[in-house]
């Protein structure tokens, strides 16, 4: 990080001052408006919203989930093969749920609140057109929109596909499952398709005592018997571990869509290992190997790589849909300097019978280091993170960047020490930590690192650790970075999903907000603060990048509507300029 900013080139806004109002505070010559809410009509026949709360499960099943977080947009092409810049699918996460304000009673009650509960989880794809300008709407009744959630339809895929710990009394072939949950974030592909990536599948799963839960479901991905947040187990067996074990197993994964086609089956990617996955960051190396980058967001769990095995070759996307099937999974070790903040890392193979993936250790084949990725990464060794959320990748120079959210066991439990990347102690701000593959090759085992930013708090904490970087002061700082995302001009779009009490620690940090930060300079301005209680997640672009889509999630004071006596609703906002320029020059 550079000591002395100067100007960024690259940002071309100034940055707007914290907030705590009820509103989208945006820089000047900007606006914003909104695309789409909960609850918001998608398919035919689907009701409007219902702000008293009359929307059935069934109504909910045909309008947009809950908790609006990853998306990314896809561009129709034309005939003549170029893209289409007025019409677009976008495919969009519906994370969780708010049963405060989606059930009659605040919790659920009965199995028509579980199945109200499971049809706002999954996937929303919609068409949008542009309108005018770069005003965008969607499409109701479009024939390309679909709902997935979670009672749809999913098809295991790679090396974990069959195995014993993936059949079910319901799926004997060990292939079938149904449902996608706690649809986080998201990644695409260069050949098309998209990617949600499922996170808290824990959260759903319960049973009447804690025997019943298996050893390595509790241990390692924390499943308990009385989960009492969503309640789906007391009226779903499935969802009971104690009736129907390896359920869980078959959640947890990547799963690739085609956002053009409503009758394709979504492929669940077993090869990129079963963790709480945050986002999947795709880019195709220089050798023409697919590289996928991904988070698994808890407290000391680790960040992973995944080589494909074979090629992506241009325009042979028939080919290249199979490519997420079949590779290699890597774990990253990180060592280095507390002081500098930098040193260097390797990724450690999570293959059967190297790196002690053995019987002796457990391991028995590859579905079970699949199955059993957090055991795995645990037994090679890796290095325990801060809450790994989302990774993106400059695309002008392959740098990797990767959000660590905030950790307040770090140096408080055992199991995660300090170490050199993650070196506060109780670490409620978070850091970005940024890794270049050796000769810029991203199948290579070394990379080098440093941090790109510490969040702080200059003014509570100035000259201590807490006080954060060089380029933290009381004019953008912020806590527990969270989305991330690169545009084409290579600005680097930083999303919060933190503390917004505005209080003591947190005091002129405001409501969470989307910073810009310039990777060269270091530099970071404040460019959007979101309504009272939100999170702002989920971030993509129009092809010309004059439309920028965000997610605001949980709100919990009167937006978007503003209606008295209404419902605060997640929703997708777009963000344009005045002058019709591109966002963030
Ligand atoms: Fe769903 Fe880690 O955020
Ligand atoms: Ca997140
Ligand atoms: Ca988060
Ligand atoms: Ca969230």
């Given at each position: 990080v550079?000591?002395?900013?100067?100007?960024?080139?690259?940002?071309?806004?100034?940055?707007?001052?914290?907030?705590?109002?009820?509103?989208?505070?945006?820089?000047?010559?900007?606006?914003?408006?909104?695309?789409?809410?909960?609850?918001?009509?998608?398919?035919?026949?689907?009701?409007?919203?219902?702000?008293?709360?009359?929307?059935?499960?069934?109504?909910?099943?045909?309008?947009?989930?809950?908790?609006?977080?990853?998306?990314?947009?896809?561009?129709?092409?034309?005939?003549?093969?170029?893209?289409?810049?007025?019409?677009?699918?976008?495919?969009?996460?519906?994370?969780?749920?708010?049963?405060?304000?989606?059930?009659?009673?605040?919790?659920?009650?009965?199995?028509?609140?579980?199945?109200?509960?499971?049809?706002?989880?999954?996937?929303?794809?919609?068409?949008?057109?542009?309108?005018?300008?770069?005003?965008?709407?969607?499409?109701?009744?479009?024939?390309?929109?679909?709902?997935?959630?979670?009672?749809?339809?999913?098809?295991?895929?790679?090396?974990?596909?069959?195995?014993?710990?993936?059949?079910?009394?319901?799926?004997?072939?060990?292939?079938?499952?149904?449902?996608?949950?706690?649809?986080?974030?998201?990644?695409?592909?260069?050949?098309?398709?998209?990617?949600?990536?499922?996170?808290?599948?824990?959260?759903?799963?319960?049973?009447?005592?804690?025997?019943?839960?298996?050893?390595?479901?509790?241990?390692?991905?924390?499943?308990?018997?009385?989960?009492?947040?969503?309640?789906?187990?007391?009226?779903?067996?499935?969802?009971?571990?104690?009736?129907?074990?390896?359920?869980?197993?078959?959640?947890?994964?990547?799963?690739?869509?085609?956002?053009?086609?409503?009758?394709?089956?979504?492929?669940?990617?077993?090869?990129?290992?079963?963790?709480?996955?945050?986002?999947?960051?795709?880019?195709?190396?220089?050798?023409?190997?697919?590289?996928?980058?991904?988070?698994?967001?808890?407290?000391?769990?680790?960040?992973?790589?995944?080589?494909?095995?074979?090629?992506?070759?241009?325009?042979?996307?028939?080919?290249?849909?199979?490519?997420?099937?079949?590779?290699?999974?890597?774990?990253?070790?990180?060592?280095?300097?507390?002081?500098?903040?930098?040193?260097?890392?390797?990724?450690?193979?999570?293959?059967?019978?190297?790196?002690?993936?053995?019987?002796?250790?457990?391991?028995?084949?590859?579905?079970?280091?699949?199955?059993?990725?957090?055991?795995?990464?645990?037994?090679?060794?890796?290095?325990?993170?801060?809450?790994?959320?989302?990774?993106?990748?400059?695309?002008?120079?392959?740098?990797?960047f990767?959000?660590?959210?905030?950790?307040?066991?770090?140096?408080?439990?055992?199991?995660?020490?300090?170490?050199?990347?993650?070196?506060?102690?109780?670490?409620?701000?978070?850091q970005v930590i940024r890794?270049?593959?050796?000769?810029?090759?991203?199948?290579?085992?070394?990379?080098?690192?440093d941090l790109y930013v510490i969040?702080?708090?200059?003014?509570?904490?100035?000259?201590?650790?807490?006080?954060?970087s060089?380029?933290?002061?009381?004019?953008?700082?912020?806590?527990?970075?969270?989305?991330?995302?690169?545009?084409?001009?290579?600005?680097l779009?930083?999303?919060?999903?933190?503390?917004?009490?505005?209080?003591?620690?947190?005091?002129?940090?405001?409501?969470?907000?989307?910073?810009?930060g310039?990777p060269?300079?270091g530099?970071?301005?404040?460019?959007?603060?979101?309504?009272?209680?939100?999170?702002?997640?989920?971030?993509?672009?129009?092809?010309?990048?004059?439309?920028?889509?965000?997610?605001?999630?949980?709100?919990?004071?009167?937006?978007?509507?503003?209606?008295?006596?209404?419902?605060?609703?997640?929703?997708?906002?777009?963000?344009?300029?005045?002058?019709?320029?591109?966002?963030?020059?």
């Amino acid at each position: 990080v550079a000591a002395a900013l100067e100007p960024s080139k690259l940002i071309g806004f100034a940055g707007i001052p914290a907030s705590t109002a009820d509103a989208v505070t945006l820089p000047a010559g900007y606006r914003s408006s909104i695309l789409m809410s909960w609850g918001d009509p998608v398919l035919p026949g689907a009701p409007e919203f219902d702000h008293q709360g009359g929307n059935s499960a069934a109504d909910q099943a045909l309008q947009f989930g809950d908790n609006t977080d990853g998306m990314s947009l896809f561009h129709f092409r034309k005939a003549d093969g170029s893209l289409d810049m007025n019409r677009a699918m976008l495919a969009v996460n519906n994370e969780y749920t708010n049963g405060k304000y989606m059930l009659a009673e605040g919790e659920v009650k009965n199995a028509e609140d579980v199945a109200k509960l499971q049809a706002a989880h999954g996937v929303t794809i919609v068409e949008v057109r542009r309108t005018s300008g770069n005003a965008w709407e969607y499409v109701k009744d479009s024939a390309y929109n679909r709902r997935l959630h979670a009672n749809s339809e999913f098809m295991l895929t790679g090396p974990a596909a069959g195995h014993d710990l993936m059949k079910t009394a319901a799926d004997s072939s060990g292939t079938k499952v149904l449902g996608t949950i706690n649809n986080c974030a998201n990644g695409r592909t260069p050949w098309g398709t998209y990617l949600t990536c499922e996170e808290n599948f824990n959260g759903y799963f319960g049973a009447p005592d804690e025997a019943a839960v298996p050893a390595a479901q509790g241990k390692y991905y924390g499943i308990k018997a009385a989960e009492e947040r969503y309640r789906w187990w007391q009226h779903d067996a499935r969802f009971d571990v104690s009736q129907t074990p390896n359920e869980p197993n078959r959640f947890g994964w990547v799963v690739e869509i085609d956002p053009f086609d409503t009758a394709s089956t979504p492929m669940k990617r077993t090869a990129l290992g079963r963790v709480k996955h945050e986002n999947a960051d795709v880019l195709v190396n220089k050798d023409g190997h697919v590289v996928v980058y991904m988070g698994d967001d808890e407290r000391g769990e680790h960040i992973y790589k995944f080589v494909s095995k074979n090629k992506f070759v241009e325009g042979q996307d028939a080919v290249n849909r199979t490519l997420l099937e079949d590779g290699t999974l890597y774990v990253a070790q990180f060592n280095g300097d507390s002081d500098t903040h930098a040193g260097s890392g390797r990724w450690i193979e999570l293959s059967f019978g190297k790196n002690g993936l053995t019987p002796e250790n457990g391991f028995n084949s590859q579905a079970e280091v699949l199955i059993h990725t957090r055991q795995a990464a645990k037994q090679v060794e890796a290095t325990t993170m801060d809450r790994p959320e989302w990774v993106s990748h400059n695309p002008h120079n392959g740098h990797v960047f990767c959000a660590l959210t905030n950790n307040k066991n770090r140096g408080v439990k055992e199991d995660q020490p300090l170490n050199a990347a993650n070196s506060r102690a109780e670490n409620h701000y978070g850091q970005v930590i940024r890794w270049e593959a050796k000769d810029g090759d991203h199948t290579a085992e070394t990379f080098v690192w440093d941090l790109y930013v510490i969040a702080g708090n200059p003014a509570v904490h100035q000259g201590t650790p807490y006080g954060g970087s060089a380029q933290v002061t009381v004019e953008n700082m912020f806590n527990s970075p969270d989305g991330l995302g690169f545009d084409k001009a290579g600005r680097l779009w930083i999303q919060t999903d933190g503390n917004d009490s505005d209080e003591g620690d947190f005091a002129g940090m405001g409501n969470n907000q989307m910073l810009c930060g310039d990777p060269e300079t270091g530099e970071i301005r404040r460019f959007l603060v979101g309504p009272v209680g939100c999170e702002v997640t989920g971030l993509t672009f129009s092809e010309d990048y004059k439309t920028m889509f965000v997610g605001i999630q949980h709100p919990t004071g009167a937006f978007p509507d503003y209606q008295d006596g209404g419902k605060p609703r997640s929703s997708i906002i777009m963000v344009t300029r005045e002058d019709g320029g591109v966002i963030g020059a």
